[in-house]
């Protein structure tokens, strides 16, 4: 069960990524990046984020940039929570797929 506290840095950390992400974003040319879920350690160090990209043919790539690029997203992060956060946590990205299943299942329904 999550504390308040989690619950509350989960969407701070979620509103200043979609920021961040909305500017990385125009580098990438007509990649949409959005940020879904937020889950957060009860000891507040560690961030699991969850991202959805448009369009799907591109997921791989973009993921691999973001990967590579966490230290500078951290960064800034850090710049942007600085008032709120002693320690800005680590952060791991994940591919959410979510959207992905749902067509699947669509389709499934469908045929």
Same mark, same amino acid.
């Given at each position: 069960?999550?504390?308040?506290?989690?619950?509350?840095?989960?969407?701070?950390?979620?509103?200043?990524?979609?920021?961040?992400?909305?500017?990385?974003?125009?580098?990438?040319?007509?990649?949409?990046?959005?940020?879904?879920?937020?889950?957060?350690?009860?000891?507040?160090?560690?961030?699991? &984020?969850?991202?959805?990209? @448009?369009?799907? #043919?591109?997921?791989? *790539?973009?993921? +691999? $940039? %973001?990967?590579?690029?966490?230290?500078?997203?951290?960064?800034?992060?850090?710049?942007?929570?600085?008032?709120?956060?002693?320690? &800005?946590?680590?952060?791991? @990205?994940?591919? #959410?797929?979510?959207? *992905?299943?749902? +067509? $699947? %299942?669509?389709?499934?329904?469908?045929?």
């Amino acid at each position: 069960m999550q504390t308040t506290r989690q619950q509350k840095i989960e969407r701070l950390i979620q509103k200043d990524l979609s920021d961040i992400f909305l500017r990385y974003a125009r580098e990438l040319s007509g990649t949409l990046i959005s940020v879904s879920e937020v889950r957060i350690s009860p000891d507040l160090s560690i961030a699991h &984020i969850y991202v959805s990209i @448009f369009p799907s #043919d591109r997921e791989k *790539d973009v993921i +691999e $940039r %973001i990967n590579n690029d966490t230290p500078k997203l951290r960064g800034e992060l850090g710049r942007l929570e600085r008032h709120q956060l002693r320690i &800005i946590p680590e952060l791991h @990205f994940h591919l #959410d797929e979510t959207l *992905d299943k749902m +067509e $699947r %299942i669509d389709q499934l329904l469908r045929q």
